[in-house]
């Protein structure tokens, strides 16, 4: 899973200082430390913890804190914003032409997973925006990334242009434009010619591609397992053709996260997509918020309700945001949740994002079993209204009857029970970090 050691790490540090009703200089100091190690062991850029540690310190022992009545609580904050702001601060949406057709170029190293991913946003372009996109094959110099292209072209049903490898990438792209033109295409995604390393002649090919028409945006495809590599990467690849944006691919194998954490403070370009799998489904718009709150172990439920929205609407969503945050979340609400979720796809990706999630031991060898699911839905279609809204009144009795009724066992009944009241204690925890609840203000 994508940043498991620095979270772990993070999120053992944050324990110590979340409840603290005073917090010292000397607490921010000792947190500090070890945020610094983490990121360090995360493989961030020195520069960008140093700074980071820095800007996060003057804060916490700021005005902001010692007024807070939620001292510990605020220096988490803290910590969430710096790193919101580490990634990009806000979400960097694509830019498109007000003249189509709007032209991307997609640069990168060989093996970064530049191909794979020009078929995944080809597929993001179509579905979520609504686009006519053209795929241009002019990495004439890899084995077979023209053929790759076709078939991931054939796969998704969108056109490919191609021209062969005796053709010189210039000559495809320009003859790529004209025919986006007369097709109609309102997006051209040119699938550029990637090298083992940086060098001249691919620069200055990657140039003239440029000199064409200047494109719209000019992603470079780096693989987040290469750390510091690819930060690296990224700064050569600016400096020398000017990129706009940086999709990182691989953040599924990628335990440590230096790569991205460190791109966008080293870059100043945005990191746009996370490649996420090898699907062509598997890339996700990054959402600098997002990331940090599951770094920092708060889930991100907005995400997860947003691959919900196909099959939930937005004011169910909404609805059910407030549930989580008000923790009126009901079992009748979890059962509409399990259904909303089983439509999602691959279950234990979902499951990840929850609020918690990773305090969840084991997590990541949890297979989610669709029977299983089956019988937690007949166990909570089993209760009455009062039993699902008060589960507190369960007893012996009624257990037996649910799971007579449902055809499970009281066993799996208690089971669901206890499983529904972790989640409820995660939901507290959470709404207690963000918000600070009204019981520590009294203490105080
Ligand atoms: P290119 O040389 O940059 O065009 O690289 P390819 O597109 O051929 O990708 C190289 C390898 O990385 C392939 O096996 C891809 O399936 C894999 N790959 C690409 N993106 C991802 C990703 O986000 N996650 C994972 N796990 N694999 C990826």
């Not at 003057?58 to 220096?75: C, I, W, Y």
Request: zero cysteines; proline letters at 3%; aromatic letters at 4%.
């Amino acid at each position: 899973m994508a940043f498991e050691g620095l979270a772990e790490r993070l999120q053992g540090t944050i324990q110590k200082i979340k409840g603290k009703g005073l917090v010292t200089e000397q607490d921010v100091k000792a947190m500090m430390r070890e945020v610094r190690l983490a990121l360090i062991e995360a493989d961030v850029n020195l520069k960008v913890v140093k700074e980071f540690v820095k800007k996060v310190s003057e804060r916490a022992v700021g005005s902001e804190v010692m007024k807070s009545l939620t001292p510990g609580q605020q220096v988490i904050k803290i910590v969430q914003d710096e790193l919101t702001l580490l990634m990009g601060g806000e979400q960097s949406p694509i830019k498109f032409n007000t003249k189509p057709p709007t032209v991307i170029m997609m640069v990168g190293l060989q093996g970064a997973g530049k191909t794979t991913t020009t078929g995944k946003l080809a597929n993001v372009l179509r579905k979520k925006y609504n686009r006519k996109p053209l795929l241009v094959a002019a990495d004439i110099y890899r084995p077979a990334a023209i053929q790759q292209l076709e078939t991931l072209g054939k796969q998704l049903s969108i056109p490919v242009f191609a021209l062969g490898t005796e053709v010189s990438p210039v000559e495809i792209a320009r003859q790529a434009l004209e025919h986006a033109k007369e097709e109609h295409h309102d997006v051209v995604i040119i699938d550029t010619a990637g090298r083992l390393h940086i060098d001249e002649t691919l620069m200055d090919e990657l140039k003239n591609i440029k000199a064409l028409k200047e494109p719209d945006e000019v992603f470079l495809v780096v693989d987040a397992m290469t750390g510091q590599d690819a930060v690296n990467v990224a700064q050569s690849f600016n400096e020398t053709i000017g990129i706009t944006g940086v999709v990182l691919t691989k953040l599924d194998g990628d335990t440590r996260g230096g790569a991205a954490l460190s791109i966008r403070a080293v870059t100043e370009k945005p990191i746009k997509f996370v490649g996420m799998g090898e699907k062509m489904d598997a890339l996700e718009t990054f959402h600098p918020e997002r990331m940090a709150s599951r770094i920092l172990g708060m889930g991100d439920v907005l995400s997860l309700i947003e691959k919900a929205q196909a099959n939930v609407d937005m004011e169910k969503a909404k609805e059910l945001e407030e549930k989580f945050m008000s923790q009126s979340f009901t079992l009748d609400d979890f059962v509409e949740q399990l259904q909303a979720v089983k439509k999602m796809g691959p279950l234990e990706d979902m499951l990840k994002m929850l609020p918690g999630a990773n305090k969840i031991k084991g997590l990541d060898n949890v297979k989610v079993d669709e029977k299983h699911m089956g019988r937690v839905e007949a166990i909570i279609y089993s209760m009455t209204k009062a039993e699902k809204n008060h589960p507190e009144i369960m007893n012996a009795s009624r257990k037996k009857r649910i799971a007579q009724g449902s055809g499970t066992s009281v066993q799996e009944v208690n089971r669901l029970l206890k499983q529904f009241e972790d989640m409820k204690k995660m939901m507290k925890q959470m709404t207690g970090m963000t918000q600070g609840k009204g019981k520590k203000k009294m203490k105080l």
